[in-house]
């Protein structure tokens, strides 16, 4: 027997309903738990009407973020539709091929974005396409003008809530599908990071991305505290409200660029951080550097370790052990398992390095429309996740870096992660990447991607130095390229692909 499904905004509505829900940073918006409730239901109901959506039919979101899209993933709850947030900083030619594979029956688009989002829609045959905007839009006019949705579909956790795609990196975008309970079991799993209806969570990560959605915003919701959303990261603004008591920001969480951006601003050293009760850093190996900075004011940043097929939340460090610990991404969460792999197939031991496989309620059933893909993700029902790590003595976990950014020289594996955290140690450095490119004698070798601070000066035999006292030789990067900033994806992430094609050049 299937579990079925509760809306919790619904359940807040009852229960608080003039707790302060959402809000949305860039328009002012501000909703209690009773109006966004009413919201959701007068949207459910004009989808259902005016678009015909039923059980088990898409609706895609184009838009920066805002309120709004949290609006559209419930109400689709409502319908037993499922839900699709787009990834609008990807190529038209990868959105249409995303929507040419999820086929929304409706595609809800920010009026910035109009004249590709008919485009997309024109060119997928995607029937209804409605244009959203704080003021007098279609969005707007279909709530306001349409009654709430009287009776809502019946739906159980099994059932698919949203369609995550990967960015499309490397081949077609694949969708992870997301059932509503991963949402559920990823709400239990956060509950080391100390979520009440008293939490206040400021949201700077994508909504396209599982981080914006789900650490911690829709956890939040679940237990009735409240998310504001920020349309856009801006590392100023973010510090203003982290250090204002009158906002009472409780958690945050961002990959290691937001926090680096937020350390280099002027405002840093002068914001009280003591607010916070949980800060999480996550989506790529976190710097030494970054760590450090933010705990020489006063806050101990809590490794964590996710994706999106995984709800995401699978590792996380409790605060307890920052310190001591720094640099893992903890103990797996309660409703998750974990297993670290080696090339061969067996176990590895402490401190070898093997590809992390997951398995639990938590994770993702498969990928969209694609089944063949979906069979070669796991063995028996263990996720492989594409990333390298180890486990300490103590049973903590620490990701190395992605396997597929691993290079071998000299027949050494080498893994950026560490490489990088040692280019981060030197001050004049502001950002830095590491990729493999061919060598002749050693087959690859590192070369060292960096930007330097404005005002700083820095050489490469400096550098090099650096480096060659820090680490083995075979780590030692061969060569630096200067560059004026890194390519990042949507979440901030460096983009090695981009960096492999343009600097990947044999030695």
């Given at each position: ?201 400021l949201g700077i990560l994508p909504l396209f991305h599982t981080g ?66 949980f800060a999480g850093i996550g989506g790529a190996p976190t710097p ?132 990088e955290n040692v280019l981060y140690q030197v001050e004049a450095i ?78």
């Open positions: 027997m299937s579990v079925a499904y509760y809306d919790c905004i619904a359940h807040h509505a009852r229960r608080r309903p003039e707790a302060i829900a959402a809000v949305d940073l860039s328009t002012g918006r501000t909703f209690t738990y009773q109006a966004f409730d009413d919201r959701i239901a007068r949207l459910a109901a004009a989808l259902q009407i005016e678009c015909g959506i039923a059980a088990g039919e898409r609706v895609a979101v184009l838009a920066p973020n805002t309120t709004d899209t949290f609006e559209v993933q419930f109400a689709c709850a409502r319908l037993g539709a499922i839900f699709v947030p787009l990834n609008w900083r990807l190529a038209t030619p990868e959105l249409r091929a995303i929507l040419g594979d999820c086929t929304p029956r409706a595609l809800i688009y920010d009026e910035e974005f109009a004249d590709r989002a008919r485009e997309l829609a024109h060119a997928a045959d995607v029937p209804h396409a409605l244009p959203r905007g704080a003021g007098d839009s279609v969005y707007e006019r279909a709530i306001g003008g349409t009654p709430r949705l009287t009776q809502n579909i019946r739906v159980t956790l099994d059932d698919v809530s949203t369609i995550l795609y990967t960015s499309g990196t490397t081949g077609m975008p694949k969708g992870a599908i997301i059932t509503h309970g991963m949402n559920v079991w990823n709400t239990v799993n956060c509950g080391t990071a100390l979520i009440s209806p008293a939490s206040v969570f914006g959605l789900n650490v911690f915003a829709n956890p939040i919701f679940y237990t009735g505290g409240t998310v504001l959303i920020m349309r856009s990261f801006d590392a100023g603004e973010a510090l203003r409200m982290i250090g204002d008591p009158a906002v009472g920001v409780t958690h945050l969480f961002g990959v290691p660029a937001n926090f680096q951006f937020m350390m280099q601003h002027p405002r840093f050293r002068a914001t009280d951080l003591s607010g916070l009760v030494d550097a970054i760590l450090q900075g933010w705990q020489e004011q006063g806050l101990v940043l809590q490794q964590g370790y996710g994706m999106t097929e995984t709800g995401p939340i699978v590792l996380l460090l409790d605060r307890e052990d920052a310190v001591r610990k720094a640099g893992s991404a903890g103990k797996t969460v309660l409703h998750t398992e974990v297993r670290l792999v080696t090339a061969d197939g067996a176990d590895a031991a402490p401190g070898e390095v093997g590809e992390l496989w997951v398995r639990g309620p938590n994770v993702t059933p498969g990928y969209w429309n694609q089944p063949e893909v979906t069979r070669a993700a796991f063995t028996d029902d263990w996720l492989h996740t594409g990333d390298a790590a180890w486990i300490d003595d103590d049973g903590f976990y620490s990701i190395v870096d992605r396997w597929k950014d691993m290079y071998i020289s000299g027949g050494e594996n080498v893994y950026p992660a560490e490489v502001a950002e830095a990447a590491v990729i493999g490119v061919v060598d002749a004698r050693w087959g690859e070798v590192g070369c060292a991607i960096v930007v330097v601070k404005p005002g700083h000066e820095l050489t490469e035999t400096a550098l090099l130095t650096h480096c060659a006292a820090n680490l083995a030789r075979y780590k030692l990067p061969h060569s630096v390229v200067f560059t004026d900033a890194l390519p990042r994806n949507a979440t901030g992430k460096v983009h090695k692909p981009t960096l492999r094609a343009r600097f990947g050049t044999p030695g």
